[in-house]
């Protein structure tokens, strides 16, 4: 538990009452940006007393935190595949690339606070590294273990390579979903993005 961080409540009542400000927190920040937002709009917007908050977050930064803590943890949940035997590696990009997109679409709302505020806040910058490093040191695990099965260039560093293929991925969903840049078929969008993966580390 990070520093700082309320404890989650022993209680069903409790645990109802802290998804409710999140929730709550969540529509007001996507509504209304996160700057000019105060613990009295979200304990407002959840139809609860604003002493209440206090209870279950330290801040409304704490809230955000959280709020992006679910959204990594859905991204990063293993995809259950459907074919029994030896993973496909080329099939597992695809469908984290898909899940990271389609993930990123639901979310957009969260996703544009964090980008705005990444450009004016030091701690934004800091939860937004915190994220990118989350799926990029998974990705560089991944990229050892198939240069390590021979079955990557085992000559591209996998740290960087992890870094550079992740952002690419991370810049394309917000061009897309978040910009509004127009693509007509998302599935050929994830295509293009897998055989750039497959192509740049040579995956066999």
């Known amino acids: 538990m990070p520093t700082g961080a309320k404890p989650m409540p022993l209680t069903q009542r409790g645990r109802n009452t802290r998804t409710k400000l999140l929730e709550a927190a969540r529509r007001v920040f996507e509504r209304d940006g996160f700057l000019d937002v105060k613990i009295t709009d979200i304990t407002a917007e959840a139809g609860l007393a604003a002493g209440s908050f206090y209870t279950y977050f330290e801040s409304k930064e704490d809230t955000f935190r959280v709020l992006l803590e679910g959204m990594?943890?859905?991204l990063l949940?293993?995809?259950?595949?459907?074919?029994?035997?030896p993973e496909d590696p080329i099939e597992s990009i695809r469908r984290a690339t898909q899940r990271y997109f389609e993930t990123y679409r639901r979310n957009?709302?969260?996703?544009r606070v964090?980008?705005?505020?990444?450009?004016?806040?030091?701690?934004?910058?800091?939860?937004?590294?915190?994220?990118?490093?989350v799926f990029a040191d998974r990705n560089a695990r991944n990229i050892r273990r198939l240069q390590d099965e021979g079955r990557a260039d085992p000559t591209v560093p996998a740290e960087l390579a992890a870094l550079t293929l992740s952002s690419m991925v991370s810049r394309v969903a917000q061009?897309?979903?978040?910009?509004?840049?127009?693509?007509?078929?998302?599935?050929?969008?994830?295509?293009?993005?897998?055989?750039?993966?497959?192509?740049?580390l040579d995956i066999r």
């Open 72 to 74: 990594r943890d859905e």
């Open 77 to 85: 949940q293993p995809v259950v595949r459907d074919e029994d035997g």
């Open 108 to 111: 957009v709302g969260l996703m």
């Open 114 to 133: 964090l980008e705005q505020m990444t450009a004016v806040d030091s701690h934004f910058r800091e939860l937004r590294i915190q994220r990118a490093s």
């Open 175 to 200: 061009v897309v979903f978040n910009f509004g840049y127009p693509v007509d078929d998302v599935d050929q969008l994830v295509d293009v993005v897998v055989r750039l993966w497959v192509k740049s």
